[in-house]
T-cell receptor
Framework: DTGVSQNPRHKITKRGQNVTFRCDPISEHNRLYWYRQTLGQGPEFLTYFQNEAQLEKSRLLSDRFSAERPKGSFSTLEIQRTEQGDSAMYLC???????????FGPGTRLTVT | DQQVKQNSPSLSVQEGRISILNCDYTNSMFDYFLWYKKYPAEGPTFLIS?????DKNEDGRFTVFLNKSAKHLSLHIVPSQPGDSAVYFC??????????FGKGNQVVVIP
Protein backbone atom coordinates (compact mmCIF):
# COMPACT_ATOMS: atom_id res chain seq x y z
CA ASP A 1 0.00 0.00 0.00
CA THR A 2 1.88 3.02 -1.28
CA GLY A 3 -0.96 5.41 -0.58
CA VAL A 4 -2.65 7.97 -2.80
CA SER A 5 -0.24 10.28 -4.61
CA GLN A 6 -0.93 13.64 -6.23
CA ASN A 7 1.13 15.79 -8.55
CA PRO A 8 2.10 18.51 -8.50
CA ARG A 9 2.00 19.33 -4.80
CA HIS A 10 1.94 23.06 -5.51
CA LYS A 11 0.92 25.03 -8.58
CA ILE A 12 1.03 28.78 -9.08
CA THR A 13 -0.63 30.07 -12.21
CA LYS A 14 -1.85 33.31 -13.66
CA ARG A 15 -5.52 34.00 -14.04
CA GLY A 16 -6.84 32.71 -17.36
CA GLN A 17 -4.32 29.87 -17.69
CA ASN A 18 -5.25 26.18 -17.78
CA VAL A 19 -3.94 23.76 -15.16
CA THR A 20 -4.04 19.98 -14.85
CA PHE A 21 -3.57 17.87 -11.73
CA ARG A 22 -2.93 14.17 -11.51
CA CYS A 23 -4.01 11.64 -8.90
CA ASP A 24 -2.74 8.07 -8.57
CA PRO A 25 -5.01 6.08 -6.25
CA ILE A 26 -4.14 3.03 -4.20
CA SER A 27 -3.67 0.36 -6.85
CA GLU A 28 -6.53 -1.98 -6.01
CA HIS A 29 -9.07 0.78 -5.36
CA ASN A 30 -11.81 1.08 -7.95
CA ARG A 31 -13.34 4.30 -6.61
CA LEU A 32 -11.72 7.70 -6.94
CA TYR A 33 -12.92 11.05 -5.62
CA TRP A 34 -11.94 14.69 -6.01
CA TYR A 35 -12.55 17.26 -3.29
CA ARG A 36 -11.66 20.92 -2.88
CA GLN A 37 -10.72 22.56 0.39
CA THR A 38 -10.47 26.30 1.05
CA LEU A 39 -9.11 27.99 4.14
CA GLY A 40 -11.17 27.38 7.26
CA GLN A 41 -13.48 24.91 5.55
CA GLY A 42 -13.70 21.15 5.34
CA PRO A 43 -13.19 19.36 2.03
CA GLU A 44 -16.07 19.77 -0.44
CA PHE A 45 -17.00 17.01 -2.85
CA LEU A 46 -16.38 17.69 -6.55
CA THR A 47 -16.74 14.41 -8.44
CA TYR A 48 -16.48 10.63 -8.18
CA PHE A 49 -15.42 7.76 -10.45
CA GLN A 50 -16.13 4.08 -10.22
CA ASN A 51 -13.50 2.48 -12.43
CA GLU A 52 -13.43 4.70 -15.53
CA ALA A 53 -17.04 5.91 -15.23
CA GLN A 54 -17.69 9.36 -13.77
CA LEU A 55 -20.83 8.68 -11.74
CA GLU A 56 -21.45 11.90 -9.89
CA LYS A 57 -20.54 15.57 -10.22
CA SER A 58 -21.17 18.34 -7.72
CA ARG A 59 -22.73 21.61 -8.79
CA LEU A 60 -19.41 23.11 -7.62
CA LEU A 61 -17.87 21.60 -10.75
CA SER A 62 -18.44 24.35 -13.27
CA ASP A 63 -18.03 23.95 -17.01
CA ARG A 64 -14.41 25.05 -16.67
CA PHE A 65 -13.62 21.90 -14.70
CA SER A 66 -13.22 18.49 -16.26
CA ALA A 67 -12.06 15.22 -14.75
CA GLU A 68 -11.10 11.98 -16.41
CA ARG A 69 -10.06 8.50 -15.39
CA PRO A 70 -9.36 6.95 -18.78
CA LYS A 71 -8.30 3.44 -17.81
CA GLY A 72 -9.77 3.23 -14.37
CA SER A 73 -6.40 3.87 -12.78
CA PHE A 74 -5.02 7.41 -12.44
CA SER A 75 -7.21 10.47 -12.81
CA THR A 76 -6.69 14.03 -14.01
CA LEU A 77 -8.53 17.17 -13.04
CA GLU A 78 -8.25 20.10 -15.46
CA ILE A 79 -9.31 23.65 -14.77
CA GLN A 80 -9.61 25.90 -17.81
CA ARG A 81 -9.38 29.70 -17.72
CA THR A 82 -8.49 29.73 -14.02
CA GLU A 83 -9.97 32.40 -11.75
CA GLN A 84 -8.72 33.66 -8.40
CA GLY A 85 -11.63 31.92 -6.74
CA ASP A 86 -10.18 28.59 -7.89
CA SER A 87 -7.31 28.99 -5.42
CA ALA A 88 -7.68 26.07 -3.03
CA MET A 89 -6.28 22.70 -2.01
CA TYR A 90 -7.46 19.98 -4.40
CA LEU A 91 -7.65 16.60 -2.71
CA CYS A 92 -7.96 13.18 -4.25
CA UNK A 93 -9.19 10.11 -2.37
CA UNK A 94 -9.74 6.47 -3.23
CA UNK A 95 -11.64 3.52 -1.80
CA UNK A 96 -12.60 -0.01 -2.73
CA UNK A 97 -15.99 -1.73 -2.67
CA UNK A 98 -17.63 -2.35 -0.32
CA UNK A 99 -15.50 -0.35 2.11
CA UNK A 100 -16.68 3.21 2.43
CA UNK A 101 -13.53 4.48 4.09
CA UNK A 102 -11.76 6.94 1.77
CA UNK A 103 -7.99 7.37 1.78
CA PHE A 104 -6.74 10.82 0.86
CA GLY A 105 -3.65 11.99 -0.95
CA PRO A 106 -1.53 14.95 0.17
CA GLY A 107 -3.35 17.37 -2.11
CA THR A 108 -2.35 19.90 -4.76
CA ARG A 109 -2.34 23.49 -3.58
CA LEU A 110 -3.37 25.84 -6.39
CA THR A 111 -2.68 29.55 -6.23
CA VAL A 112 -4.13 31.72 -8.98
CA THR A 113 -2.54 35.18 -9.18
CA ASP B 1 -26.07 24.45 3.46
CA GLN B 2 -23.77 22.93 6.05
CA GLN B 3 -25.10 19.43 6.68
CA VAL B 4 -22.29 18.56 9.09
CA LYS B 5 -21.45 21.06 11.80
CA GLN B 6 -18.51 21.20 14.16
CA ASN B 7 -18.74 23.97 16.72
CA SER B 8 -15.99 25.11 19.08
CA PRO B 9 -13.34 25.48 16.38
CA SER B 10 -10.41 24.99 18.74
CA LEU B 11 -9.69 22.90 21.80
CA SER B 12 -6.69 22.91 24.14
CA VAL B 13 -6.12 19.95 26.42
CA GLN B 14 -3.40 18.82 28.78
CA GLU B 15 -1.38 15.77 27.79
CA GLY B 16 -2.88 12.64 29.35
CA ARG B 17 -6.36 14.11 29.66
CA ILE B 18 -9.37 13.36 27.50
CA SER B 19 -10.17 15.28 24.31
CA ILE B 20 -13.82 15.35 23.29
CA LEU B 21 -14.85 16.59 19.87
CA ASN B 22 -18.48 17.05 18.90
CA CYS B 23 -20.28 16.91 15.58
CA ASP B 24 -23.92 17.51 14.64
CA TYR B 25 -25.60 16.66 11.38
CA THR B 26 -28.88 17.60 9.76
CA ASN B 27 -29.37 14.99 7.04
CA SER B 28 -31.29 12.00 8.44
CA MET B 29 -30.19 9.94 5.42
CA PHE B 30 -26.59 9.84 6.64
CA ASP B 31 -25.75 6.25 7.57
CA TYR B 32 -21.97 6.21 7.89
CA PHE B 33 -19.78 8.59 9.82
CA LEU B 34 -16.02 9.08 9.86
CA TRP B 35 -13.41 11.13 11.69
CA TYR B 36 -10.28 12.32 9.93
CA LYS B 37 -7.17 13.98 11.32
CA LYS B 38 -5.22 16.51 9.28
CA TYR B 39 -1.74 17.92 9.77
CA PRO B 40 -0.68 21.08 7.90
CA ALA B 41 0.33 20.48 4.26
CA GLU B 42 -0.96 16.90 4.36
CA GLY B 43 -4.19 15.26 3.28
CA PRO B 44 -6.73 14.05 5.84
CA THR B 45 -5.86 10.75 7.52
CA PHE B 46 -8.65 8.33 8.43
CA LEU B 47 -9.04 7.78 12.18
CA ILE B 48 -12.21 5.89 12.96
CA SER B 49 -15.70 5.32 11.59
CA UNK B 50 -19.11 4.16 12.71
CA UNK B 51 -22.15 2.79 10.94
CA UNK B 52 -25.59 4.08 11.86
CA UNK B 53 -26.56 0.62 13.15
CA UNK B 54 -24.09 1.05 16.02
CA ASP B 55 -23.85 3.58 18.80
CA LYS B 56 -20.20 3.11 19.72
CA ASN B 57 -16.97 2.09 18.06
CA GLU B 58 -13.60 1.92 19.74
CA ASP B 59 -10.10 1.68 18.33
CA GLY B 60 -7.26 2.04 20.77
CA ARG B 61 -7.28 5.54 22.25
CA PHE B 62 -10.12 6.64 19.96
CA THR B 63 -13.83 6.07 20.58
CA VAL B 64 -16.70 7.41 18.51
CA PHE B 65 -20.21 7.65 19.94
CA LEU B 66 -23.30 8.07 17.78
CA ASN B 67 -26.67 9.36 19.00
CA LYS B 68 -28.99 9.03 16.03
CA SER B 69 -32.03 10.54 17.70
CA ALA B 70 -30.04 13.69 18.46
CA LYS B 71 -28.16 13.57 15.14
CA HIS B 72 -24.98 13.92 17.13
CA LEU B 73 -21.65 12.14 17.29
CA SER B 74 -18.55 12.66 19.33
CA LEU B 75 -14.93 11.56 19.24
CA HIS B 76 -13.12 10.80 22.48
CA ILE B 77 -9.33 10.64 22.57
CA VAL B 78 -7.87 9.30 25.79
CA PRO B 79 -5.20 9.76 26.85
CA SER B 80 -4.35 12.76 24.64
CA GLN B 81 -0.78 12.91 23.36
CA PRO B 82 1.19 15.82 21.84
CA GLY B 83 1.14 14.03 18.46
CA ASP B 84 -2.65 14.34 18.49
CA SER B 85 -2.33 18.09 17.89
CA ALA B 86 -4.01 18.53 14.51
CA VAL B 87 -7.27 19.53 12.87
CA TYR B 88 -10.03 16.94 13.20
CA PHE B 89 -12.82 16.64 10.64
CA CYS B 90 -16.14 14.93 11.07
CA UNK B 91 -17.58 13.48 7.84
CA UNK B 92 -20.78 11.70 6.88
CA UNK B 93 -22.12 9.71 3.96
CA UNK B 94 -25.65 8.90 2.82
CA UNK B 95 -24.59 5.74 1.03
CA UNK B 96 -23.86 7.63 -2.17
CA UNK B 97 -20.14 7.72 -1.61
CA UNK B 98 -19.67 11.46 -1.42
CA UNK B 99 -18.53 12.59 2.02
CA UNK B 100 -19.92 15.74 3.61
CA PHE B 101 -17.38 17.32 5.96
CA GLY B 102 -17.61 19.71 8.87
CA LYS B 103 -15.31 22.72 9.10
CA GLY B 104 -12.94 21.01 11.51
CA ASN B 105 -11.73 21.40 15.09
CA GLN B 106 -8.17 22.47 15.91
CA VAL B 107 -6.85 20.40 18.82
CA VAL B 108 -3.76 21.46 20.73
CA VAL B 109 -2.36 19.03 23.27
CA ILE B 110 -0.17 20.78 25.82
CA PRO B 111 2.77 18.71 27.10
Amino acid sequence: DTGVSQNPRHKITKRGQNVTFRCDPISEHNRLYWYRQTLGQGPEFLTYFQNEAQLEKSRLLSDRFSAERPKGSFSTLEIQRTEQGDSAMYLCASSSDPVMKQYFGPGTRLTVT
Amino acid sequence: DQQVKQNSPSLSVQEGRISILNCDYTNSMFDYFLWYKKYPAEGPTFLISISSIKDKNEDGRFTVFLNKSAKHLSLHIVPSQPGDSAVYFCAASAGNNRLAFGKGNQVVVIP
